[in-house]
């Protein structure tokens, strides 16, 4: 149904990447900032474990190396 569009490379740096925000969310005091960060870290930490990346989907990238998916 939905064309994984994320490879490998891609996947961990936005799995660590939200993994970090989200840390960042529940450890620092970021006042308003820290809901926008929050937000980022979900998206990144979900298109990191679902490998499938909407944006992506609609600019025609594709990190995953085949085009076939």
């Known amino acids: 149904m939905f064309d994984v569009n994320v490879g490998s490379t ?4 936005r799995i ?3 993994a970090v ?3 960042l969310f529940f450890f620092v005091e970021l006042g308003a900032w820290g ?3 929050a937000l980022v870290g979900v998206v990144m930490l979900a298109t990191g474990i679902m490998s499938r990346c909407a944006l992506y989907s609609l600019l025609g990238i594709n990190t995953r190396g085949d085009k076939a998916a």
């Not at 891609?10 to 740096?13: G, K, N, Q, S």
């Open 10 to 13: 891609d996947r961990m740096i």
């Open 35 to 37: 809901w926008i960060v």
């Open 21 to 23: 925000l989200l840390a």
């Open 16 to 18: 660590v990447a939200g």
